[in-house]
């Protein structure tokens, strides 16, 4: 089992970590989020159904939206707002934040940054991303058009999928 477990780890860490880290913009509590996902996978009696990729990403995305309304966030985002810390960024973070989309989608709202990134990056398909966030399809759909609407300004020409709507 711990040959299977450090395989699994070592294959989906860096892409659950970048779900993490889209929804919190932390890298500290996006590594904290994907440390929790691989604890409770761990006590879980997961069944592979040829679905792992999506199952540790649901879990991800769920414990990164708990995160957000958690106490901890909220008095971070206070500190942050009053005091303006800085902190030295890793280059995780930084390469993040140069990427020119990723800065783009990372200043959406939430409502809008969840399909953007479900659809594009992890691949899902309407119904699956409408499944993940529990609304309609046809309000994924709106929600999809109307990010590429504040993305296109910023990033016109610099991401193809802006010119196919």
Known sequence: MNDQLERIV???????????????????????IVQDVFLKFMEANY????????????????????YLKSWAYKKLQFETKWWMKTTDQDHL???????KI?????????????????????????????????????????????AREQLRPVLEGDWEVLNHD
């Open 102 to 146: 990723g800065a783009a989608i990372l200043k959406l709202s939430l409502k809008y940054r969840e399909p953007i990134i479900l659809y594009y990056f992890e691949e899902m398909s309407i119904l699956q991303v409408a499944q993940v966030l529990q609304v309609n399809e046809n309000t994924v759909k709106t929600r999809l058009r109307r």
């Open 93 to 99: 973070v930084q390469q993040e934040e140069r990427s």
């Open 47 to 66: 069944e592979e159904r040829g679905q792992l990729k999506s199952y540790l990403s649901l879990l991800t995305i769920n414990k990164s939206k708990d």
């Open 10 to 32: 070592d294959e989906y860490s860096t892409h659950l970590l970048r779900i993490a880290y889209f929804y919190t913009k932390n890298r500290h509590a996006a590594e904290d």
